[in-house]
């Protein structure tokens, strides 16, 4: 307890930890401590209410050129379970979702050259006639610097051109691990974590809210978790653009970094809790919204990791398939119904949110 007593005494006075308060939180191995930490300061900030939202993920195309030694989801063109769907059969996707209650579609891919920019801006101007109400939720900030790259246009032309099509948010994936020496290692062939941040500050300069997310139990530091949380919290205090942090769980299976020996397992339990904690502690005051996602983490744990700091279990999903590509174990599909038995039974109360986190209904 001694080591944490300088980080206790500054979360006691609303006091900003710095790096070196993430590190020897990192390091340390008193995870019902920081556990309580964390738990104290999600109450202060957000209360009890666990947000969810009834959503629907879109996997447009697994053919990617970035091949990151992370993923198992994606393919070369004309391999074995390469596919890339239709404008039309999006649509049928959507019109499941909607029959379902959704209120968001998460609509991601890979980097696929053979796709033109119209085929993105069709995606979401089609949605958007049909579905008006519907928060379209889509491409990553790596698929936005792909479509930058491709059409010869500049970020900022290119979310212009998405956000009157119906573009309403970005999702947060493609972070990763900014530190350009681990990155090189995991993704050699992808953006930057600068340049992801860049698109991240033009996203929110024409009024898009996003989405931050880390992977992490891959070949990651301590010092690497800590550097990526504050960027996306420097970030946030010049943007105020992100309305929640994801930390998303690496899974081996199937990858190219556990086919190399690199990693042969993902991380624990213990770590999967830390993480949830640590987040909620580092971007107190800035981003308010910290999310368990149940599909890389579990149910159980997810219920646990709201103990733990998280205020927000993501949602229903209703289709995933990159996590399950690498071995994820969870259900492609948690209904409603499930999600608000899993928030009371963990002593919180559900709150179903709209992508923006405004309240549809308490539970």
């Known amino acids: 307890m001694e080591e944490l007593s300088g980080i206790i005494e500054k979360i006691q006075t609303s006091e900003e930890l710095d790096f070196e308060d993430g590190m020897l939180l990192m390091e340390s191995k008193n995870l019902p401590l920081i556990g309580v930490l964390a738990d104290y300061v999600r109450q202060k900030t957000v209360g009890d209410g666990v947000m969810f939202v009834t959503n629907c993920h879109i996997n447009y195309t697994n053919v990617c050129t970035s091949k990151c030694r992370f993923c198992a989801y994606f393919r070369e063109e004309g391999q074995n379970g390469a596919f890339t769907l239709t404008i039309d059969e999006i649509l049928e996707k959507a019109e499941r979702a909607s029959n379902m209650g959704a209120t968001e ?48 246009m500049s970020v900022r032309e290119v979310l212009l051109r998405l956000k009157k099509a119906g573009l309403t948010g970005l999702p947060g994936g493609g972070g990763e691990i900014f530190n350009e020496e681990t990155r090189k290692k995991v993704c050699p062939d992808k953006i930057t974590g600068e340049q992801w941040l860049r698109v991240m500050e ?16 891959h070949i990651e530091t301590h010092s690497d978790i800590v550097d990526h949380i504050l960027r996306i919290r420097k970030l946030q205090e010049k943007t105020g653009g992100f309305q929640a942090f994801i930390p998303l769980k690496f899974h081996p299976d199937n990858t190219e970094l556990q086919k190399n020996g690199l990693v042969q397992y993902g991380p624990t339990g213990f770590d999967d809790l830390k993480i949830i904690a640590v987040s909620r502690l580092l971007l107190n005051g800035y981003i308010n919204n910290i999310k368990t996602y149940w599909v890389m983490v579990g ?35 948690m209904p409603k119904e499930r999600l608000i038995r899993l928030i009371r039974n963990a002593g919180r109360v559900p709150i179903e949110r709209t992508t923006n986190y405004e309240i549809i209904k308490e539970y």
Do not use: C, W
Not at 202 to 217: D, F, P, W
Not at 303 to 308: C, E, K
């Open 299 to 333: 149910e159980k744990l997810a219920q646990v990791a709201l103990h733990y700091g998280a205020n927000d279990i993501d949602g229903t999903v209703m289709e995933e398939r990159i996590t399950h590509a690498a071995g994820g174990a969870t259900p492609e599909y």
């Open 202 to 217: 033009t996203a929110h300069s024409l009024g898009i809210k996003s989405n931050a997310t880390m992977l992490y139990g």
């Open 105 to 152: 579609l998460h609509i991601v891919g890979s980097l696929n050259p053979a796709l033109p920019f119209e085929y993105y801006e069709e995606v979401l101007s089609r949605l958007h006639q049909k579905y008006p109400a519907m928060s379209l939720k889509a491409y990553t900030a790596v698929e936005i610097a792909h479509l930058a790259k491709a059409s010869g």
